[in-house]
C-alpha cells in the first residue's frame, strides 16, 4: 500500500513539474505572437508606489498623445488628477484601478481589461529598483495572456529589490496562471479600510 501511494505521489509531482514546464514554454511563443502583431505599444501601465510615478508617467504621455494610460493601485484620484491636468493630458485618457494591493495583483487585476480591449502590447512604467521584479512578473501574467509590453524605468536611489521577492512573485503568478489565485489575501493591505473604500 506505501509503495502504491509512493509510486502516485511521484506521478503526480511529474505530472504537475510537466504541466509547468509546458505551459512556461508555451509563454515565449504568445509572447513572440503578441510582438508580431502588435509591434507597438497600444496602452500605457503604470504600477503604483508613489507621485513621480504618475509624474514621469504625464511627461510620458505628452510624447505619447495617442495611448490611453492605466494607473494601477497609484495615488488618490484628486492626486493624480492634478498632476495629469497640469501637464494638459486630457483625463478622458486615464484609467484608475485600484483592485492591486501588490505587484502581482496590478497585472492579475487588469490583464483581463486588457484583453477585452485587444491590447496586445503595452508600455510598462515603474520605478528602475522595481523594473526587475514587475518584468519577471508581466512576462508570466501577461505573456501567458498572449500580451507583451515595453518596459521603461523611472530612475530612483534606491537599492534594485532581492531576488527573493522575484522568485516569490514568479511563484504566485504561476499559481494565479494555474488556479486564478495569487495569496493576496494574506497580504495585510488586502483587508484594510483604506484598499476597501477604493
Same mark, same amino acid.
Not at 509624474?55 to 495611448?67: G, S, V, Y
Not at 505587484?103 to 490583464?111: D, E, I
Not at 501574467?141 to 534594485?160: C, D
Given at each position: 500500500?506505501?509503495?502504491?501511494?509512493?509510486?502516485?505521489?511521484?506521478?503526480?509531482?511529474?505530472?504537475?513539474?510537466?504541466?509547468?514546464?509546458?505551459?512556461?514554454?508555451?509563454?515565449?511563443?504568445?509572447?513572440?505572437?503578441?510582438?508580431?502583431?502588435?509591434?507597438?505599444?497600444?496602452?500605457?501601465?503604470?504600477?503604483?508606489?508613489?507621485?513621480?510615478?504618475?509624474?514621469?508617467?504625464?511627461? +510620458?504621455?505628452?510624447? %505619447?498623445?495617442?495611448?490611453?494610460?492605466? /494607473?494601477? *493601485?497609484?495615488?488618490?484620484?484628486?492626486? !493624480?488628477?492634478? =498632476?495629469?491636468?497640469?501637464?494638459?493630458?486630457?483625463?478622458?485618457?486615464?484609467?484608475?484601478?485600484?483592485?492591486?494591493?501588490?505587484?502581482?495583483?496590478?497585472?492579475?487585476?487588469?490583464?483581463?481589461? +486588457?484583453?477585452?480591449? %485587444?491590447?496586445?502590447?503595452?508600455?510598462? /512604467?515603474? *520605478?528602475?529598483?522595481?523594473?526587475?521584479? !514587475?518584468?519577471? =512578473?508581466?512576462?508570466?501574467?501577461?505573456?501567458?495572456?498572449?500580451?507583451?509590453?515595453?518596459?521603461?524605468?523611472?530612475?530612483?536611489?534606491?537599492?534594485?529589490?532581492?531576488?527573493?521577492?522575484?522568485?516569490?512573485?514568479?511563484?504566485?503568478?504561476?499559481?494565479?496562471?494555474?488556479?486564478?489565485?495569487?495569496?493576496?489575501?494574506?497580504?495585510?493591505?488586502?483587508?484594510?479600510?483604506?484598499?476597501?473604500?477604493?
Amino acid at each position: 500500500m506505501s509503495q502504491l501511494y509512493y509510486l502516485l505521489k511521484k506521478y503526480w509531482v511529474l505530472s504537475l513539474a510537466s504541466f509547468i514546464l509546458v505551459f512556461i514554454s508555451i509563454i515565449p511563443i504568445r509572447i513572440a505572437i503578441a510582438s508580431y502583431q502588435a509591434p507597438h505599444p497600444q496602452a500605457t501601465l503604470t504600477l503604483g508606489g508613489g507621485p513621480e510615478r504618475e509624474k514621469f508617467t504625464a511627461q +510620458f504621455a505628452q510624447n %505619447h498623445p495617442n495611448l490611453d494610460i492605466w /494607473i494601477s *493601485s497609484g495615488i488618490l484620484p484628486a492626486q !493624480a488628477f492634478a =498632476i495629469f491636468e497640469e501637464m494638459g493630458i486630457s483625463t478622458e485618457r486615464i484609467h484608475f484601478d485600484y483592485r492591486a494591493v501588490d505587484t502581482v495583483t496590478n497585472f492579475t487585476t487588469l490583464v483581463h481589461d +486588457f484583453q477585452n480591449r %485587444h491590447i496586445q502590447h503595452i508600455y510598462l /512604467i515603474t *520605478s528602475d529598483f522595481h523594473l526587475p521584479r !514587475a518584468k519577471t =512578473i508581466a512576462t508570466i501574467v501577461l505573456g501567458s495572456q498572449g500580451i507583451t509590453f515595453t518596459p521603461i524605468s523611472i530612475p530612483s536611489a534606491q537599492p534594485r529589490e532581492s531576488i527573493f521577492h522575484i522568485l516569490r512573485d514568479s511563484g504566485r503568478s504561476l499559481l494565479w496562471i494555474m488556479s486564478g489565485r495569487t495569496g493576496a489575501s494574506f497580504n495585510p493591505r488586502f483587508h484594510s479600510p483604506l484598499y476597501a473604500s477604493r
